[in-house]
């Protein structure tokens, strides 16, 4: 077990990327906190985790806000005393024309995806140099932060400072053992991407811009998070690693 007895926490871990990773975290041996806005979805995702051994904490709360962030941390803190691992997983992406985007969904996307990242990273950070015994955090990034796709310019923006800010946290935390990384995942089959994958005809087009001809599934972005969360990727820290079916080729 790669992460026995470590501690993990995972923002927006009730659904897609977040639950698959949690769920392979536990496998592997670690205690894993999710966090996120649904209440219901959290209960339902912390129930099936319990359904492979693991020990698993549910909190709710929303990272845009520095006072839930902190709730959340100190939920987790109460549980297991220490934190090890965090993956930034808590995210939104709704396509807008640039003409079209409205100033409220702009600011939605940096205050949910960037300031997120940001304030849970943070406060993680804080508490890991304190502790004194390194550990892993891994940001949630795209592609769509290195290449950009029309009608995101908001999402784009938000993952391309993500990247950014990963490089600058590995930068300033590395003396303290903290290894800071991003997964840039490409078309993954979630909730949010159903409804294109549910049209024949859109996906159909869509597809023939990823070279492996089909969208990704969760558990392979958290195959990667796990590798960026143990000991294997322990000389790695500032990267940006591209999981996307060879989508970056074309967008490039």
């Known amino acids: 077990m790669r992460l026995k007895d ?49 020990e698993v904490l549910w909190v709710d709360g929303d990272v845009q806000h520095a006072a839930d ?19 930034n997983n808590a995210g939104i992406c709704k396509p807008a ?30 508490l890991l140099v304190k502790q004194g015994k390194g550990g892993s955090i891994i940001n949630m990034s795209s592609v769509n932060g290195l290449a950009a796709e029309g009608d995101q310019a908001h999402y784009n923006a938000t993952k391309g400072g993500i990247n950014l800010l990963t490089m600058s946290m590995a930068l300033e935390l590395a003396p303290y053992g903290i290894r800071v990384n991003a997964l840039c995942p490409g078309f993954i089959e979630t909730r949010l991407t159903k409804p294109l994958i549910d049209n024949p005809d859109a996906f159909g087009e869509y597809r023939r811009t990823i ?16 590798f960026m969360a143990s000991s294997d990727s322990r000389y790695m820290t500032g990267h940006c690693l591209v999981v996307d079916g060879g989508q970056l080729i074309k967008l490039s």
């Not at 996120?36 to 051994?53: F, H, N, S, V, W």
């Not at 640039?98 to 995806?113: T, Y």
């Not at 070279?211 to 998070?225: C, H, K, L």
Request: proline share 3%; hydrophobic share 45%; aromatic share 6%.
């Open 97 to 126: 024309p640039f003409l079209e985007l409205e100033e409220s969904e702009w600011d939605r996307h940096m205050a949910i995806n960037l300031k997120g990242t940001f304030l849970a990273g943070q406060a993680a950070a804080k």
């Open 6 to 54: 470590s501690i993990a926490w995972i923002t927006g871990g009730s659904t897609g990327i977040g639950k698959a990773t949690a769920v392979l975290f536990a496998q592997e041996g670690a205690k894993v906190a999710i966090t996120g806005r649904d209440k219901a979805a959290l209960q339902a995702a912390a129930e099936e985790i319990g359904t492979y051994g693991g």
């Open 211 to 226: 070279p492996m001809g089909r969208a990704g599934q969760p558990e392979e972005i958290a195959d990667a998070a796990l």
């Open 69 to 87: 962030v902190s709730r959340m941390l100190d939920a987790v803190l109460d549980r297991w005393g220490t934190v090890d691992v965090l993956v």
